[in-house]
């Protein structure tokens, strides 16, 4: 029995009730290996999926079969011989006797099917980058490509950190014109590390655009993010930084050399520092979180607004065209996507639902009176969607997973 089937096999006890105390221990140090065997064994024993799981049966079963026919041709089904319905589907091939990775148990009203377990993660590290002429690269091809020692895309190179997460490193261009700029963008479900030509570091959360000059030998560099990024700028920077997050009005899908608008929009200016700023067009608010050095932060410049100065640890709002200071801001909670945390206290679940299907590129659905209460979430990034919205079903949520759809019900 290879491990696939061992642990089918001790899911399938566990359900029964048959499970020793050396396999439940066996089972649990399996468990324990990744977020996913969590999420794995949750979604395997939980009694509203199982009853699911049987009136599907017929279908599942079906759709088993295609799967593994589909992906092996000598898959020897023994129930078209007349017998029972295996528990594990085999496969002969030249070398060895393969166990599929799918167990099938019809034993006791139950269905379980391992391979064919959805899973969903968040935050994978891929990123595209539109040039000043309208081309696009995508990353994940230029990190292909710097592997095999060619030049990685046209506006600079792909390295890789010990962590295995990606860096996209802009060149300078100081005979580019001021005006020339390039537009790194990920998609829903994606985020990326871009290093700018000065040493800046800015990490790129999902369904995000950051637009940059080309040429950085100028005294002022403006940056417009359309998303979520954080910033950290270092002190040896001798230019200043103006960011500009557009208004809700104005944010748009990233396009090469789109012209942001001023008119509403919050705008901050900084040389040393560390900051996250959040801004997405489907969020009722924009939010500045200083977490280091100092800045200045005004409302449509153009009018001649004057600037609010801040110091590490605040926070400024832009809600329906006004400046808020929170002086003492949730700065953990702010940055805990940087961090690789999932991370709300007693937010509204419309709140939370607008990030993970963002993070995890799902749609989400309500079904029913949404509740007037709050919700609270402390999970690693890199959790699986079932064991995430496990969490929220224990605070009184319920919910049905339909491929890319998450349909919440109340």
Same mark, same amino acid.
Request: aromatic share 10%.
């Given at each position: 029995?290879?491990?696939?089937?061992?642990?089918?096999? @001790?899911l399938?006890?566990?359900?029964?009730? *048959?499970?020793?105390?050396?396999? %439940? %221990?066996?089972?649990?140090?399996?468990?324990?290996?990744?977020?996913?065997?969590?999420s794995?064994?949750?979604?395997?024993t939980?009694?509203?999926?199982?009853?699911?799981?049987?009136?599907?049966?017929?279908?599942?079963?079906?759709? /088993? @079969?295609?799967?593994?026919?589909?992906?092996?041709?000598?898959?020897?089904?023994?129930?078209?011989?007349? +017998?029972?319905?295996?528990?594990?589907?085999?496969?002969?091939?030249?070398?060895?006797?393969?166990?599929?990775?799918?167990?099938?148990?019809?034993?006791?009203?139950?269905?379980?099917? @391992?391979?064919?377990?959805?899973?969903?993660?968040?935050?994978?590290?891929?990123?595209?980058?539109?040039? =000043?002429?309208?081309?696009?690269? $995508?990353?994940?091809?230029?990190?292909?490509?710097? *592997?095999?020692?060619?030049?990685?895309?046209?506006?600079?190179?792909?390295?890789?950190?010990?962590?295995?997460?990606?860096?996209?490193?802009?060149?300078n261009?100081?005979?580019?014109? %001021?005006?020339?700029?390039?537009?790194?963008?990920?998609?829903?479900?994606?985020?990326?590390?871009?290093?700018?030509?000065?040493?800046?570091?800015?990490?790129?959360?999902?369904?995000?655009?950051?637009?940059? =000059?080309?040429?950085?030998?100028?005294?002022?560099?403006?940056?417009?993010?359309?998303?979520?990024?954080?910033?950290?700028?270092? +002190?040896?920077?001798?230019? /200043?930084?103006?960011?500009?997050? =557009?208004?809700?009005?104005?944010?748009?899908?990233? !396009?090469?050399?789109?012209?942001?608008?001023? $008119?509403?929009?919050?705008?901050?200016?900084?040389?040393?520092?560390?900051? $996250?700023?959040?801004?997405? =067009?489907?969020?009722p608010?924009?939010?500045?979180? @200083?977490?280091?050095?100092?800045?200045?932060?005004?409302?449509?410049?153009?009018?001649?607004?004057?600037?609010?100065?801040?110091?590490?640890?605040?926070? /400024?709002?832009?809600?329906?065209?006004?400046?808020?200071i929170?002086?003492?801001?949730n700065?953990?909670?702010?940055?805990?996507?940087?961090?690789?945390?999932?991370?709300?206290?007693?937010?509204?679940?419309?709140?939370?639902?607008?990030? /993970?299907?963002?993070?995890?590129?799902?749609?989400?659905?309500?079904?029913? $009176?949404?509740?007037?209460?709050?919700?609270?979430?402390?999970l690693?990034?890199?959790?699986?969607?079932y064991?995430?919205?496990?969490?929220?079903? !224990?605070?009184?949520?319920?919910?049905?997973?339909?491929? *890319?759809?998450?349909?919440?019900?109340?």
């Open positions: 029995m290879n491990p696939s089937e061992r642990i089918g096999w @001790l399938f006890l566990q359900v029964r009730h *048959k499970i020793s105390r050396k396999e %439940k %221990k066996e089972l649990s140090a399996w468990r324990k290996l990744s977020a996913e065997n969590e794995l064994f949750q979604s395997a939980d009694p509203v999926t199982l009853r699911r799981r049987i009136g599907k049966m017929p279908e599942a079963r079906q759709q /088993v @079969l295609e799967k593994l026919h589909e992906q092996f041709p000598d898959l020897e089904d023994l129930s078209q011989k007349g +017998e029972r319905p295996a528990r594990i589907f085999y496969i002969t091939t030249r070398k060895k006797l393969l166990a599929v990775a799918a167990s099938v148990v019809i034993g006791g009203g139950w269905f379980f099917m @391992l391979a064919g377990y959805s899973s969903i993660k968040a935050g994978g590290y891929h990123a595209s980058v539109i040039s =000043p002429e309208g081309e696009t690269d $995508n990353l994940n091809s230029a990190w292909s490509d710097f *592997k095999r020692g060619f030049q990685a895309g046209k506006a600079g190179v792909v390295i890789e950190k010990e962590n295995g997460q990606y860096i996209y490193v802009a060149p261009e100081p005979k580019s014109a %001021k005006t020339r700029f390039y537009t790194l963008f990920t998609k829903a479900g994606g985020e990326f590390i871009l290093q700018l030509a000065d040493g800046t570091t800015v990490r790129v959360n999902a369904a995000t655009s950051i637009r940059y =000059p080309a040429n950085f030998s100028q005294d002022t560099i403006h940056i417009t993010v359309d998303g979520e990024a954080y910033f950290e700028i270092p +002190e040896n920077v001798k230019h /200043v930084y103006t960011i500009t997050a =557009p208004s809700r009005d104005q944010a748009q899908p990233p !396009t090469a050399n789109r012209q942001p608008s001023t $008119n509403s929009a919050l705008q901050i200016s900084t040389k040393a520092a560390t900051f $996250n700023l959040m801004s997405y =067009p489907e969020e608010s924009t939010l500045f979180s @200083l977490i280091g050095g100092t800045a200045d932060v005004r409302l449509d410049s153009s009018a001649g607004s004057s600037p609010i100065s801040l110091v590490a640890g605040q926070q /400024v709002s832009l809600d329906s065209g006004r400046l808020n929170m002086r003492t801001g700065l953990d909670d702010a940055i805990a996507w940087k961090n690789n945390r999932i991370i709300f206290h007693d937010a509204e679940i419309r709140t939370i639902m607008r990030q /993970v299907a963002r993070w995890y590129d799902v749609t989400v659905i309500y079904d029913g $009176n949404i509740p007037d209460r709050k919700f609270s979430l402390d690693p990034s890199d959790t699986d969607i064991v995430l919205l496990r969490s929220l079903e !224990t605070q009184g949520l319920h919910f049905q997973v339909e491929k *890319k759809t998450v349909i919440l019900r109340f």
